[in-house]
């Protein structure tokens, strides 16, 4: 992927020029901390959104600049992450919930978003190299489960996003967890991730 420049924004937007451009086509790239890890969160592509452009487009590579390339990106980009920025994802989720009408009072894309609230429960596990999972470790993935309720926090995603394993992984850890029983696990009903 070729970058013609880089500026950093707030709240852990990034925008990077494509294609020796200093216009557009352009991709803004909201990033967040995950255990030191600077991880894209949110994608906006501005510009003609061609196949050429998409090709180039490289979410690990915009990583790798940020966390490895140049430190000093990832150190200003971190000093920026509590700083209010627009949400996309407002937008994403009103449109979603209004179909194809209009909405009658939009979000407005001025409004500061919160910062976001900075956990201090460690969702890490130690993932067992073993074929079959014991039920140490299950009960692991419980009293997380349970460290992440009490904190009020989406308890599948985060255990995914700390342990580097895709959401549908972690819930089924859940489901395992609550299947074996124990002390204030109660079977729910088919479906239920947490």
Not at 4 to 22: D, H, M, P, Q, Y
Not at 102 to 112: G, K, T
Request: hydrophobic share 45%; proline share 7%; no cysteine.
């Amino acid at each position: 992927m070729n970058t013609a420049g880089l500026s950093i924004g707030n709240g852990g937007w990034v925008r990077v020029w494509l294609e020796g451009k200093t216009e557009k086509p352009y991709v803004l790239v909201r990033f967040a901390d995950f255990n030191g890890q600077l991880r894209a969160q949110e994608l906006y592509l501005e510009g003609p959104v061609t196949d050429r452009v998409l090709r180039f487009l490289s979410v690990r590579v915009l990583a790798d600049i940020v966390n490895i390339a140049n430190a000093s990106i990832g150190e200003a980009i971190r000093a920026r992450l509590a700083v209010a920025a627009p949400d996309l994802r407002a937008f994403a989720s009103y449109y979603g919930t209004t179909g194809s009408s209009v909405p009658a009072n939009p979000p407005r894309a001025a409004e500061p978003r919160r910062a976001p609230r900075r956990s201090s429960v460690d969702a890490r596990l130690t993932i067992p190299t073993a074929r079959r999972y014991p039920d140490a470790f299950f009960d692991d993935v419980w009293a997380v489960r349970s460290r992440l309720r009490a904190a009020r926090l989406p308890v599948a995603p985060t255990i995914a996003a700390a342990n580097d394993v895709p959401i549908t992984t972690a819930a089924r850890w859940i489901k395992r967890a609550r299947a074996l029983g124990g002390p204030g696990r109660k079977a729910r009903g088919a479906g239920h991730w947490d």
